[in-house]
């Protein structure tokens, strides 16, 4: 039975009145609602729900018309607040969400992706002192790669994180002046190159596309957009308010405060956003033009000197002038982990111009099966099958799926997991919980390419949380770790502290053609909020391990030879390293492997007293300037504290397990790291630990261009034993004999087991002299 519509006015018992249609007891179709407190609506209704388009006019002055659905702003609507600022764009339940265009009372404008009241997304946010930034935003915050230019003519772009630079990036002085570097939180954090004014510097075409995006596309494409969109940043909102299904409307909608900081001064002084995964190339290509006003990026050779600079949270540490007669900007760097472009050459040339594509879906929808495979499956104790050739899961995965897996974007393959319950085991071992393992691995991120640090040429993943390193192996290596697996279960199990790389995973996959590519899955020793500012890869041998100034740069895995400090440690601290480095080294001769090697990543920290100077490396006036002789008070910027875990920072990395270490300097006790803009730390074997390093002069190092202003650091180390996995056979013994005919046979690398694990301590003891 059809019920009628009727037109009235009804009043009710707390003093609000609605006049308008009605199809029963419920208001419908047209009709306006008077609250006692002044506010109206009037609008569409749909049983007693405000739907459809509507206006609100508060007491206070606010305003909104535009869409409702069930009583909530929802749709497109602009709403106008009684100080004159107003938000036009697309809302979600009574929250700004999608695009929309806000500009507040103080003239201040964004522009761009909302959600849940935040900028999130691309945006453009333009102050009204004439400061613009364009680019990704985050939670409200400027993150991910982004673009700011000032009133003045200053311009930053680059990465940012939580509102400040964060990453690598450029900053543009008006002069013309270049500074191409890395910053840690708004501060420059690692080796970095400055042109003045009038130099001919790189062209950032090419450091652009080294980053994402190509300067020439972004110049075609200015003029294909009317509305030019980044990522932006506006502080918390307030709480949201919603309106009652009783029309109670209590209060004003949740909104997004305006950015207090756009008339920060221009000389990189302030404090506003890091550097998000994805940046739409097409948005990206027509914010950067059109906030680049078509700038020239090339300027005039009037200038052949250049500044190699280092800097330390701000505080510059090294310097050396160079004459700039001929520029390369290596795109190819070698490093232990250290990001590259997708699409370059590697060893595995078996899926064409996509296989590192490919092989990334390929290892992840194993991965993914796998773990959810074993899994389910009770926990117990390994047993000697469990190592046995017979304990292998195989699947084949058809691209257009099967009974057991699901169809996918990649081509037809075989997977094959290793020793699924003993890797379990060893996860579990680790404290890694399956659910976290599987989505750091195979979440909608992906993983990350990276280039080869060595002459093996394999291919390197690491995935986006930086937790876990995913390596292509040889033949031989896989035939090594198998061999080895039970012996290094009982190593781990036995010695928690152990050094050695943690392995979590080994597979392989197989081509309908018969092409394999086997790898594993390791904890990434460098997983650490701290920027990693050197990493050296420290055998003990010395043939041939330099690495050439020409192809050293910020991210290089530098070599024995190149090694210019010694570390000196808390008592205990070294005691404890020196007795598991023992153990470690112990096993590995047990097994008869060689060419491993200690990665050393070294956290320099700079004196706190000192950074309140940092702007006189930073700003437009002194940035040309050397900065000799300012900096002469040896650091002290880290505290070792007695160890409470209530306040300790308990995000560890997939490559930390133990206990925490004493330290002598402490009275014997269990110690956190006191890390001035990183918080507690605790420390433990390989990971946070603290170290005074001395720098010495080495033989080549006779370059009196390049100035070193600190002879002594504060550092944090993280470190480990990898490359464990070449045995001394047949082949090794020959490359003995041969070089041994050529070089100093004590110098060499392919040594005796047994001679390389004495040797490797030794030139480890001499890195970290005992004080005593």
């Not at 992706?113 to 333009?126: I, M, N, P």
């Not at 020793?525 to 041998?541: A, N, P, Q, V």
Request: hydrophobic residues 30%; aromatic residues 12%.
């Amino acid at each position: 039975m059809e019920i009628s519509e009727r037109f009235e006015e009804k009043v009710f018992w707390n003093g609000d009145v609605y006049l308008g249609s009605f199809r029963g007891l419920l208001p419908h179709s047209k009709g306006k609602y008077t609250w006692s407190d002044g506010t109206v609506y009037d609008g569409d209704w749909e049983e007693g729900k405000m739907t459809g388009k509507g206006q609100i006019f508060w007491s206070s002055g606010a305003t909104y018309e535009g869409d409702f659905s069930g009583g909530y702003l929802h749709g497109s609507g602009t709403y106008t607040k009684s100080d004159g600022s107003n938000y036009r764009g697309v809302w979600r339940m009574n929250i700004q969400h999608g695009f929309g265009r806000k500009q507040y009372s103080n003239s201040d404008v964004y522009e761009g992706s909302w959600k849940e009241g935040v900028f999130e997304g691309s945006g453009r946010y333009d102050w009204s002192t004439g400061n613009t930034y364009i680019g990704n935003w985050k939670s409200g915050k400027m993150c991910g790669r982004g673009v700011m230019k000032w009133a003045n003519g200053d311009l930053y772009d680059g990465f940012w994180l939580d509102g400040f630079r964060h990453g690598s990036g450029f900053y543009r002085f008006a002069d013309g002046a270049y500074y191409f570097g890395t910053w840690t939180r708004d501060l420059k954090d690692g080796p970095g190159t400055f042109y003045p004014a009038g130099t001919k510097h790189p062209s950032l075409t090419t450091w652009s596309s080294s980053v994402g995006y190509d300067v020439k596309r972004r110049k075609a494409l200015s003029h294909s957009s009317s509305l030019n969109l980044g990522e932006s940043r506006a502080p918390k909102p307030s709480v949201k308010r919603s309106f009652s299904e009783k029309f109670s409307i209590g209060g004003l909608l949740r909104s997004s405060g305006r950015i207090s900081h756009g008339s920060t001064s221009v000389n990189e002084d302030w404090r506003h956003c890091e550097s998000a995964r994805e940046f739409s190339s097409h948005d990206t290509s027509c914010m950067l033009s059109q906030i680049s006003n078509g700038d020239q990026y090339e300027s005039q050779d009037n200038s052949s000197l250049v500044y190699e600079r280092e800097y330390m949270q701000g505080v510059l540490i090294k310097e050396k002038v160079r004459n700039n007669v001929k520029v390369s900007h290596k795109s190819k760097q070698q490093s232990k982990f250290h990001v590259r472009k997708a699409g370059n050459g590697s060893c595995f040339d078996i899926f064409g111009h996509h296989q590192s594509y490919y092989l990334m879906l390929n290892l992840q929808l194993g991965i993914r099966y796998t773990v959810g495979k074993i899994t389910p499956v009770p926990m117990r104790e390994v047993r000697s099958s469990d190592f046995g050739d017979r304990a292998r899961i195989r699947m084949y995965f058809p691209r257009k799926g099967s009974q057991f897996t699901p169809p996918h974007y990649s081509i037809d393959f075989y997977w094959k997991d290793y020793c699924p319950m003993v890797f379990r085991n060893l996860r579990e071992m680790f404290k890694l919980d399956a659910a976290e393992y599987m989505m750091s691995i195979c979440g909608d991120d992906g993983l990350r390419e990276l280039s080869s640090p060595g002459k093996s040429g394999s291919i390197f993943y690491l995935s986006q949380d930086d937790r876990f390193v995913i390596k292509t192996l040889r033949r031989s290596e896989l035939k090594a770790l198998l061999e080895m697996l039970l012996k290094y279960y009982d190593h781990v199990k036995q010695h928690e502290n152990t050094l050695i790389t943690k392995f979590f995973g080994l597979h392989r996959i197989t081509l309908k053609g018969g092409k394999k590519v086997r790898f594993v899955v390791m904890g990434n020793m460098f997983c650490t909020e701290l920027r990693i500012h050197r990493r050296y890869d420290l055998k003990g041998s010395s043939q041939g391990r330099y690495t050439k100034k020409c192809e050293i740069s910020g991210s290089t895995t530098l070599k024995d030879l190149d090694l210019s400090y010694e570390f000196h440690m808390d008592k205990s601290l070294r005691e404890s390293l020196f007795k598991q480095i023992s153990l470690d080294c112990m096993f590995l001769e047990s097994q008869q492997i060689i060419d491993y090697s200690l990665l050393l990543g070294l956290h320099f920290r700079a004196p706190e007293h000192l950074k309140t100077l940092h702007s006189h490396g930073s700003s437009p006036a002194s940035d040309g300037a050397t900065s000799q002789g300012e900096f002469l008070i040896p650091p002290s910027s880290l505290l070792l504290v007695t160890h409470e875990p209530i306040f300790a920072n308990t995000l560890r990395g997939s490559h930390i397990r133990g206990s925490t270490l004493r330290a002598f300097s402490v009275g014997d006790q269990e110690v956190d790291l006191l890390v001035p803009g990183a918080g507690r730390l605790p420390v433990q074997l390989g990971v946070n630990m603290p170290a005074q390093a001395s720098h010495k002069l080495v033989e080549d190092e006779s370059d009196s261009s390049e100035v070193e202003l600190f002879g002594v650091y504060d550092v944090v180390l993280y470190l480990g034993i990898i490359d464990i996995l070449q045995e001394y056979n047949m082949k090794k013994k020959i490359e003995h004999a041969y070089k041994s005919l050529h070089f100093d046979p004590l110098s060499i690398s392919a040594v005796d087991p047994k001679f390389y694990a004495k040797r490797f301590i030794d030139f480890l003891e001499k890195v970290f002299p005992d004080q005593s």
